[in-house]
Nanobody, 122 residues
Framework: QVQLVESGGGLVQAGGSLRRSCAGS????????MGWFRQAPGKEREFVAA???????DYADSVKGRFTISRDNTKNTVYVQMDSLKPADTAVYYC????????????????WGQGTQVTVSS
């Protein structure tokens, strides 16, 4: 079992930056692919980024070049650095853990954080 606790997020102006963190419990954290998803009001939850335990990363086209996912396995923590934020990035952001290799669908993730609102004002 993995428990995920998120921090960071909040309100920022367009063009600004935010950094989200997600700390995982359990000794098997390094075995999981860690991902970030987001869900805007009235929309389905969508994939943002993921990082495999070996460091390989995947990004949604909408955030490629602006967001950077990373992980520190010594701290059981995954991060997403969000730069050049746009109002369209406004959503509740979730971190998640998967036993699969490079998953991008929410159904492939086994554990989820509590979600935190990120609001980008224009």
């Amino acid at each position: 079992q993995v428990q995920l606790v998120e921090s960071g997020g909040g309100l920022v102006q367009a063009g600004g930056s935010l950094r989200r963190s997600c700390a995982g419990s359990g000794r098997t954290f390094t075995r999981y692919t860690m991902g970030w998803f987001r869900q805007a009001p009235g929309k389905e939850r969508e994939f943002v980024a993921a990082i495999w335990s070996g460091g390989i990363t995947d990004y949604a086209d909408s955030v490629k070049g602006r967001f950077t996912i990373s992980r520190d396995n010594t701290k059981n923590t995954v991060y997403v650095q969000m730069d050049s934020l746009k109002p369209a990035d406004t959503a509740v952001y979730y971190c998640a853990a998967s036993r699969k290799y490079r998953p991008t669908a929410s159904r492939d993730y086994d554990y989820w954080g509590q979600g935190t609102q990120v609001t980008v004002s224009s």
